[in-house]
Every structure is written in C-alpha cells, then in structure tokens.
C-alpha cells in the first residue's frame, strides 16, 4: 500500500518539477551560460516520474531530488515519496 501512495506522490511531485523545470527553461533559454541550469531542473522532473512504479528500488534517488527541490510543493511531495517508499522484500 505505502508504494502505491510513494508512486501516486513520485508522479504528481515529478510532473509538478517537470511544470518548473519546463518555466526555468523557457526563462533561461535566452542566457546560453544558464541553459544546463534549464535542462538539469527537467532532469528533476522527469527522474521521479520514471521511477513512480517501483519507488522501493529509487528511495536514495527520490530523497536526494526531494532535498535538491525542497523548495517547491513537487519537492516536498517527493522527499515523502522517497521517505514512506519500501524495498520490496523477497
């Protein structure tokens, strides 16, 4: 139950930094120096959004993006996906 709700809270945080990502983009397109800064916070984005299926295997990835984002909503709901996420046990 708690990967269900770790995945349904990796998602919307994902599509919520994808949505910030994609602003910070379109604002730093025009400065050639800031551009990775751009494609780097779309890479927080979508990381978690791949990962929403199997959150047990990705809690060290999905607490460092939720830190590294900390100041957003989608970065707080990750860091608690990361958190309540658990390792699928054999």
Not at 13 to 28: C, D, E, P, Q, Y
Not at 38 to 48: M, N, S, V, Y
């Amino acid at each position: 139950m708690s990967n269900e709700t770790a995945g349904t809270l990796a998602l919307v945080g994902g599509i919520l930094n994808l949505i910030g990502g994609i602003l910070i983009t379109i604002a730093l397109l025009f400065t050639i120096i800031l551009a990775p800064l751009g494609i780097f916070a779309l890479l927080l984005g979508i990381l978690p959004i791949m990962w929403r299926d199997d959150p047990g295997s990705h809690r060290v990835g999905l607490i460092i993006i939720g830190v590294l984002t900390l100041f957003s909503i989608g970065g707080i709901l990750i860091l608690v996906a990361g958190i309540i996420a658990e390792e699928e046990k054999d």
